[in-house]
């Protein structure tokens, strides 16, 4: 019985890793089909150490969270089985994904100086942008996960931001994360403060919402002059002597 029990239990481990592999084939494949497997394998990577920044963190503050999910052109995610306890935890979570993708947007960057090399610099370029992407204030993107250490209604000013953006490169991506934010833009238009669910949850001390508004702030800055710099960089590199 124990040994069937051991079997069933590798199978469903193997299974979950499975189906992050397959995934990630999946959304390789999709990609590759456009822009070439160079890019390709470069892009799901650096996908890939985003969601990990969220799993070990998640992990680490002991909550039971999934392997990641990858669907091409949209990006992917990590299940959270066990909704974190308070605004400080999920603010934690949130932040890791874009601090670790940014390491390996960095990673890119300094590997394309030293070898000279456009994919590596057009990688780098795109590990930037999704990172600040998901920077925007708005659930559910990371960045609504670490302004509600402020309140929920920061939330509505995301909803400009992602207008702009659609209104500058439509998109049916960005329709799809409208439809996702949606619910989250009511809750912060009716959100209570005084509400005994809400006083618990988004509790957190001083000290521990200006830190985590720094780094919010510090990394929403790099990111975009970095982004800012390196489409300027591959820009001039298209542009004939």
């Known amino acids: 019985m124990t040994k069937l029990l051991l079997l069933l239990f590798g199978g469903l481990k193997l299974g979950k890793l499975a ?3 397959g995934t990630m084939l999946v959304s390789l494949v999709a990609y590759a089909w456009i822009y070439g497997w160079r890019y390709a394998t470069g892009f799901v990577g650096l996908i890939l150490v985003h969601e990990m920044g969220h799993y070990l ?5 002991g909550l039971d969270v999934g392997l990641p999910t990858f669907i091409p052109f949209v990006g992917a995610w990590v299940e959270l089985k066990q909704l974190p306890a308070d605004v400080e935890t999920e603010a934690y979570v949130g932040l890791a994904g874009p601090v670790l993708g940014t390491v390996g947007a960095l990673v890119c960057y300094l590997l394309a100086r030293s070898y000279d090399s456009q994919l590596l610099l057009a990688l780098a370029y ?8 998901n920077l925007i204030p708005l659930s559910p993107f990371d960045g609504g996960r670490v302004t509600a250490v402020l309140s929920p209604r920061i939330w509505l000013l995301g909803v400009p931001v ?16 409208a439809l996702l934010a949606a619910p989250q833009v009511m ?5 209570d403060p005084q ?3 809400n006083r618990q949850y988004y509790a957190i001390d001083a000290e521990a919402r200006l830190t985590y508004m720094l ?11 970095m982004t800012h710099d390196l489409h300027t960089s591959l820009g001039a590199a298209h542009i004939p002597n």
Do not use: D
């Open 57 to 61: 963190a998640a992990r680490k503050r």
């Open 162 to 177: 992602l207008v702009g953006l659609f209104l500058v490169r439509p998109s049916p991506i960005l329709l799809l994360v």
């Open 126 to 133: 795109a590990g930037c942008f999704i990172n600040l992407f």
């Open 195 to 197: 509400a005994p669910e």
């Open 187 to 191: 809750k912060a238009w009716r959100y």
């Open 215 to 225: 780094c919010y702030l510090g990394l929403v800055a790099f990111l975009a002059i």
């Open 19 to 21: 189906a992050t592999g």
